[in-house]
């Protein structure tokens, strides 16, 4: 599960790397950060140099009691930090760089459905905007869900004589070879 919240940081971080975005208050913008899980060190609001900003969850995962994939539900938050409160546009520049952001992940999530070469997106994208936004920063989210394929079980040779017997065949057996 992991594995699927690191390859989506990499995959995301490249589809923002050359977002504009309109925080001209702070000069130049540090590159977008990627956090798995949380903003390490953090208790209260982050510091505006941790922005912008996207982090990572896992919201849930199921297992289906036969099948061969297992669905994992997963939660990217977009930050960013705006102290402009007017531009003179009738959107706050923190809003429309939240509603930027979101739209360049949304359309390179849609584009591509395989992440990783392992896992595959399935169902909707759903997500946006905070309904509420604490001034200067604004949130939003994304969530998508993804089919991992479960992992067979596998068997020590001893194991599988036990189960299906000398007759099915192990690495002992003449001419057996592992399967492909």
């Not at 849930?60 to 990217?76: K, Y």
């Not at 595959?120 to 997500?127: D, N």
């Not at 946006?128 to 994304?142: L, N, R």
Request: one cysteine or more; charged letters at 30%; a negative charge.
């Amino acid at each position: 599960m992991i594995e699927l919240l690191f390859a989506l940081r990499e995959f995301c971080l490249d589809a923002v790397k050359d977002l504009s975005l309109e925080s001209k208050d702070r000069g130049d913008l540090p590159p977008v950060r990627g956090y798995i899980g949380d903003i390490p060190g953090t208790e209260d609001m982050p510091p505006a140099s941790d922005f912008p900003l996207l982090i990572f969850r896992l919201i849930n995962f199921e297992d289906p009691e036969s099948g061969s994939t297992s669905v994992l539900t997963v939660r990217i938050i977009a930050g960013v930090y705006c102290s402009t409160e007017n531009n003179d546009d009738k959107c706050s520049p923190g809003y429309h760089d939240l509603l930027n952001m979101l739209q360049r992940l949304r359309q390179s999530l849609l584009k591509d459905c395989d992440m990783g070469g392992r896992w595959r997106r399935v169902g909707k994208l759903e997500g946006g905007p905070f309904e509420y936004q604490a001034y200067p920063y604004c949130f939003g989210d994304i969530i998508l869900q993804y089919d991992e394929r479960q992992h067979t079980e596998e068997f020590s040779v001893e194991e599988e004589i036990d189960i299906y017997g000398t007759g099915y065949g192990n690495d002992n057996t003449e001419n057996w070879q592992y399967p492909k």
